[in-house]
């Protein structure tokens, strides 16, 4: 008995040679060669081998020797009919291959295969697939029947038209997947674990995004037939898990037991190629390649062999065991398009090219080692294949090779000589994830070339490969595709579309140029193989490098093979393949699913050109869009009809509405984007009218195209049904906006008409007219008849009337000007026709209907009436564009002679309307090219009309009318003389200004300006512009100057201020004649406020005026407005004190005289001012009976006691001992005088006095010494004569002042001991920790310190870290000797953060003065390193907290001690030194006995 290896993770064997004997004779006829000679010893050399037909293969034709119960009948069979695909089916697996394609998505139609692809290639086909254009279609693609019977493999690899190369092998396997199971070299992903779960196979696959964008792009089906046959193989002839795929015209599937299975087209099983015995000794297919011709098969083995199989024969044709080094596993073998030579790839990171060679009739093989993997190992390879039509392109002539290793990529040539041409390195990755290559050829810029994607990780790389005339090839960079996904595998599936395989095990379809996921599909169920255990090389003992075990964890090189169009995924127990549908499948799968609009909106994607990935669409542009639009055409039929069937019977009528509108609009889109009326308002509006709610949704549906005339052609049944649906609706509005969008000539126009009326729809009644009869006159007839009765009664119109009224003018308006209304133009031919048909309808001398008392001219009187002033403006456009021609000419007088017939001779026209008519001829007359004749008397008339009323009514509209006429050119009509006359008459100050203006008689505007009471308050700026504008001649502005001299008194009575103003700029030089002339004391006063207190604004540098007019202001002041006459003296800048102070004390003003006495240096005579009037305040106090007067009189004393302390206060520094005494003390006299007097302390204003005199010992407590302020209380005669307890409360109260002040500066001092007690603690701490270099370099010469030998040189360490060598910091000027000692800075911290006080400072350390950083004399001073530590300390407690307080109270006029130098701020800045500040801190608690 022979046994075999039994691999890991393959299930045990049945160890009966009987049974293996019958399974093999029953089922396929595996031929298993079990005599076969032992391959030759495995040697590593570079020199051509003879190789002999080892016998390790056949073909399924060929007798194998017998050996235990083996048979092999019906080989026999197979080589008499070698054409015959079925003749080796044995009877076990007859069945497999009829199963054909079953996917995993059922796909009922078959295709017929087509011819071979040789014969099907051309020039058009290589355009779609490599221009990114349309591809062809065969349209009897379309007229194929459903079949029965299942389709085979051979119509699924071939049933896309643009794919019919189908199995010539393009660019193969790159990337794919998740976690792999590391034991076993036939492993399965991850997937593969839960396969038997059938909710796990069940859940959803795709993502819905992309579906509603590009429908079902791929279709992944199950290759039933060979699926079946390798699950059989494994089970009945031990062939083992399958682990390695090649696709071509033949599918060549590679086993864990060293079998090669050969398919053909229609799963068909054409060959078992070797055998169980040589697996044994060579181990598991690790590698499989097919050549261009499917005439050859190279096989790559786990322990390192390669054999050469003949696919037409089945015979071994090589087995080589020395292309590489011994005991690595094969990993790729590719053949390139040579059929002599081929590139593999070991698990050692080496690559060889083999070149096969026939030297006598012996076949050999050369090695030649291409890349050595001691330099870095090579894991994916990738040789450059052209398809039959691109042989010739001249850069297949250099053999190119895609390499990927660990670190970079490398593309080689082969030919002529070995070359390298580019290397590319990844940059940062992931070292698990998997280097991946893929060649395929492009279009880009009118020109083929290949493209290489290379990526590992998430980044795409993208590299387009050229020959330039000089035979050399520039590669150059594309834009990258970044992913949010790992990628194990990148396939080609044509020049636009790549199909990536993330590592879960999700497909990806990429659309290249746009870089969008087109979609996405899960594929769990494939159980696809990993090639882990070929990258760990298990077979020959593990001996790989573990950044490539990594590598292989993810690898699957060997289970994903693209060709033609067809990605095929191989599992541990099938075969899957993946296509993309054509453009007819897509939508019908969408269809399948019921999703009528994604797969309408696909369809149209379609038609536009603007698909991804399209499959299966030929010929020109018009050709390919009528096939799209046939389908389409059905797909909106059977949408119709699918609608009307799926509606609810019952139940809600919204229901149904909403049924209905998510449906039909869609359908209408879609018939008017095919631009197919036809079929919408015919089969589809058919089907729709059998529904009433489907009907309304579709009539309504229609309105947005209407509007946006879009729509044509539309049936006259369809538009009687849309109005009859909109009046039903009552939705008139948008009836109306429908109609004038309409061609409504095949309606009955006059129902139509009559609809309108009745329902107010006038844009859509005159569109009627128009564009249905050419009737232009008829609308307009109709609606004067409804306003022109309401309006000749002199009633007022209601709302409706009056928008009939708005239509009427804007219709005119837009017939004389040749447009169509509501919208669009009048035909060209027609527009003089309708221009004069609208005069001669205006200038009718009477209506067709009038009566007999109607006046004339009845429509201009209408329309006069309804708006003036807007149907003169149509007729203003509509002269405009009048030519010259005789008959415009001849109606524009004929309309201005009816004109003034209706309204000159008519008294029910308003002074406005009658303004608005002259202005409007006044505008036509003053034209350069007019030809119109108006009689200047009636200019005459409508001036006395307007300047001559019978009341003043209207006033301010009948001069605002004349000025308009003026304006307007009416001036030339009037005799200017007689305008001015009748205006001032009239009192028309406008007209009269206009016209001094036009005569330039300025001075004449100022009266206009103050005899009008509207506009008074202008003219103060009026006369500023002419005074300071330029532009006006010396003679207008001095005529200007006089005249406002000769007003002023006027102007101020207007307003003192603004007359002060313009008094200040333009008058200063007559001041003082202004001044003497003014006779009204007031006036005079509010005129020298204005003019010298400097709170109004003016600028007093400008005034240069003489001191007794200053004087005479604060006179006036005093008498008019004495409250604030002190205010007023505080701001005033120009007076004489002297003279201020006799005109105060003359009119009693005590606060006013003291306050200009202490201005003028007099302290006492201030006080004594105050004092008084204190002095006779409390005289009245105590005089006062107590009447209702007290309590002001007390607020009365202490504002007068405030103010006297303040004075003393102010004034106190300034004074000796003396003469504070000679303040204080005649104040606190005063204050205890009534005291006195009451005799008894329940006086009732007593508490309040004891307050107040309280407040004058608290003030003065500051100035005078105690003793002194209690010797002179004790002297007093009634104090003195032992009645103390009258004064307890007031020494009680002046030792409760001091205990405060006591216990406040004990605290403080507690407070600072305690923070100088701290902050000593932290600085002795800093000076005594021992210091540590940050560097062992000088941080200016940045030598190392141990390096410099001068003697003198000594190393500095800081605090902070740096170290210098001392003369570096010398040389940079950071040392220097102050009081014998040397002081250092550190260099790189001081020149940082203090900018240039490093500098400044040691500048005056040089001088030696020693009053730069620290105080002189008794203080001792900081050298500049405890300097900089103080600043540190500072640094590090710096916020509110009470050093920084300290600091701040530290400052004072002069900078002194460690404070100045860290905050060397001026005085100015501190808080502490404002007289305002005051510590608010309650005094201390009294303690009780």
Known sequence: MISFPLPAGSRPRRSSLQSLSRRTAAAAHFPINRSAPSPPPLGYRRAAAPLTAAGGGRPCGAAPARSGGGSGRGFESRRRRPASPTASRGPAMDAAPEDGLVGTEAEPDGLPCPEPPASRLSAAELDRELDSRSELIDDKEFDIPQVDTPPTLESILNETDDEEESFVLEDPFLLNIDNTDTHSYDTSSVASSDSGDRTHLKRKKKLPDSLSLHGSVIRLSLLKGISAQIVSAADKVDAGLPTAIAASNLIAVGTSHGLALIFDQNQALRLCLGSTAVGAQYGAISALSINNDCSRLLCGFAKGQITMWDLASGKLLRSITDAHPPGTAILHIKFTDDPTLAI?????????????????????????????????????????????????????????????????????????????????????????????????????QNSVNPMLAFCRGDVVHFLLVKRDDTGAIHVTKQKQLHLHYDLINFTWINSRTAVLLDSVEKLHVIDRQTQEELETIEIPEVQLVYNSSHFKSLATGGNVSEALALVGEKACYQSISSCGGHIFYLGTKSVHVMTLRSWRERIDHLLKQE?????????????????????????????????????????????ADRTLKKCPDQGKIQVMEQHFQDVVPVIVDYCLLLQRTDLLFNQIYDKMSENSVAKGIFLECLEPYILSDKLMGMTAQVMKDLLLHFQDKNRLENMEACIVHMDITSLDIQQVVLLCWENHLYDAMIYVYNSGMNDFISPMEKLFKVIAPPLNAGKSLTDEQVVMGNKLLVYISCCLAGRAYPLGDIPEDLVPLVKNQIFEFLIRLHSTEGSVDEEVYPHIRTLLHFDTREFLNVLALTFEDFKNDKQAVEYQQRIVDILLKVMVENSDFTPSQVGCLFTFLARQLAKPNNTLFVNRTLFDQVLEFLCSPDDDSRHSERQQVLLELLQAGGIVQFEESRLIQMAEKAEFYQICEFMYERQLRY??????????????????????????????SAEE?????????????????????????????????????????????????????????????????LLHLPPHITEQFIELLCQHSPDHVLETLKVLEYCRLEETIQITQKH????????????????????RVMLERLQSKLLMLTQDDGGSAELPLLESIEDTLMKTIALCQRNSHNLNQQQREALWFPLLEAMMSPQKLSGSSQYRYAESLKSLTMQVLNNMAAFIALPSILQRILQDPVYGKGKLGEIQGLVLGMLDTFNYEQTLLETTTNLLNHDLHWSLCNLRASVTRGLTPKQDYCCICLQQYKRRQESADEIIVFSCGHLYHSLCLLSKECGAVSKDVMRWMCYKCNSSNKGGKLSENFSELKKGSGTSLAQTGSESALDPQQIQAFDQLCRLNRGTSRLALLTELSRGGEKHGLLSVSHGDSAASSVFQNETFQLHLAPPPLMDD
Not at 421 to 438: E, I, K, N
Not at 607 to 634: C, F, N, Q
Not at 1004 to 1011: A, F, G, S, V
């Open 344 to 444: 593999c790839n070991d698990s050692g990171g080496s690559v060889f090219e083999l070149s096969f060679k026939r030297v006598m009739g012996v076949r050999t093989c050369e090695s030649r080692c291409l890349f050595s993997g001691s330099k870095g190992e090579v894991c994916c390879i990738e040789p450059l294949h052209a398809k039959v039509e691109l042989r010739d392109h001249p850069i297949t002539q250099y053999s190119l090779l895609a390499m990927a290793s660990l670190t970079k990529i490398l593309v080689i040539g082969l030919k002529p000589s070995l070359k390298v041409w580019m290397t590319f390195p990844y940059g940062r990755m992931d070292p698990s994830s998997v280097p991946l290559l893929a060649w395929h050829f492009v279009a880009v």
């Open 595 to 639: 999703r009528l609009t994604d797969a309408l909106a696909l369809a149209w994607s379609f038609y536009e050109g603007k698909a991804k990935a399209v499959v299966g669409l030929s010929g020109d542009t018009s050709k390919r869009k009528a096939v799209i639009a046939d389908r389409m055409v059905e797909i909106l039929l059977h949408y």
């Open 1003 to 1032: 001075d004449k505007i100022i009266d206009c300006y103050l005899r009008d009471p509207v506009r008074k308050e202008e003219v103060f700026n009026y006369i500023h512009n002419i005074l300071s504008m330029p532009g006006y």
């Open 1037 to 1101: 502005k001095q005529a200007v100057w006089k005249k406002a001299l000769e007003h002023i008194e006027e102007l101020l009575l207007l307003s003192p201020c603004k007359a002060a103003d313009l008094v200040a700029i333009h008058f200063t030089e007559q001041i003082e004649s202004i001044i003497a002339n003014l006779q009204d004391q007031f006036l005079l006063f509010q005129f020298l406020r204005s003019l010298l207190d400097p709170r109004e604004g003016i600028n007093q540098d």
């Open 1148 to 1167: 009693q003003l005590h606060e006013a005289s003291s306050y200009l006495l202490e201005k003028k240096g007099d302290i006492h005579g201030a006080f």
